[in-house]
């Protein structure tokens, strides 16, 4: 299927700048867009054009960052007390 699309020419630009970091052609970046929309479904996971990743992808690398962090024995206390103690008030 081919589809027309009427670009404004900074949105061109800046498209064809992320599909030549890609190693892609403008047109082999917008088709897997539109092909991870679609597989997705409702845009949920477009790619994210600065990591290619889509959102699931980034989802998963954050919640495992996440988990690589120890846990913490006690709870931080970030209220305005804590803060501003021992500041001369």
């Known amino acids: 299927m081919t589809v027309t699309l009427d670009l404004s020419p900074d949105t061109e630009r800046h498209l064809r700048t992320i599909a030549k970091q890609r190693g ?3 047109e082999e970046y917008l088709r897997e867009l539109a092909d991870n929309a679609a597989r997705n479904g409702n845009g949920s996971g477009v790619i994210d054009p600065e990591r ?26 970030v209220s305005r007390e804590s803060i501003y103690e021992g500041q001369g008030e």
């Open 52 to 77: 290619g990743q889509s959102t699931p992808e980034r989802e998963r690398a954050w919640l495992a960052w996440v988990a690589s962090h120890p846990k913490l024995p006690y709870i931080a206390d």
């Open 24 to 26: 892609q052609s403008l």
